[in-house]
């Protein structure tokens, strides 16, 4: 299997369970700005704690999934990963939080078409955001690059209004102006 048909996989898994879903991170940087290599996927879920183990074990065989890791993760509401086996790939599975700004990007999901299949994708502005955000946790450059990336690419269609409020209230409004003077 190819990366993207772990991806379709993993998320065909997702679908048939009516887990509903959103990828992130560098996935969705590379949709909406300027692809780039990475070594694995970043997948927000809705899980809840009672499903979990029956919703883990779907996964099996061809993923490996830490039982009790999963278990405290949907209950925490915290990272865990699942391996692809052959050829190895790492999905991040994270779980949905109470945070008013991931509320917001989950409900601002976009579908788009993979490879002729339909996956649910950040928005670009959430994409930016989040990737400002990370830029203050570590990796700043790289995660700059894929904002400023998104921001080039979509700055005809962005919603800057939008950008700026949530900008502000994540603590990222400095960046986000960087990224507007920086951009070609």
């Known amino acids: 299997m190819t990366d993207d048909e772990i991806v379709l996989d993993f ?10 879903y959103m990828i992130v991170g560098s996935f969705a940087s590379s949709v909406w700005g300027r692809p780039r290599a990475t070594h ?17 074990e779907a996964l099996h065989p061809d993923y490996y999934v ?6 405290d993760a949907v209950r925490r509401r915290k990272m865990v990963n699942a391996i692809h086996q052959k050829p190895i790939w790492k ?3 994270i779980f949905h939080s109470d945070g008013a700004f991931q509320k917001r990007q989950f409900q601002r999901r976009v579908a788009i078409l993979f490879k002729g299949s339909t996956l649910h994708v950040a928005s670009p502005e959430d994409t930016i955001l989040a990737k400002l955000e990370w830029s203050l946790q570590g990796e700043s450059e790289r995660q700059y690059r894929d904002a400023l990336g998104v921001f080039e690419v ?16 994540l603590a990222v409004g400095e960046l986000l102006k960087q990224i507007e003077a920086d951009a070609v």
Request: overall charge negative; cysteine-free.
């Open 40 to 56: 694995d996927t970043d997948v927000v879920v809705v899980a809840e704690g009672p499903t979990a183990r029956s919703r883990r």
């Open 66 to 71: 830490p039982g009790q890791g999963f278990e």
């Open 11 to 20: 998320i065909g898994r997702l679908e048939r369970l009516s887990i509903p």
């Open 91 to 93: 999905i991040d599975i």
């Open 154 to 169: 979509q700055k005809g269609s962005l919603d800057i209004a939008y950008l700026r409020e949530w900008a502000e209230s």
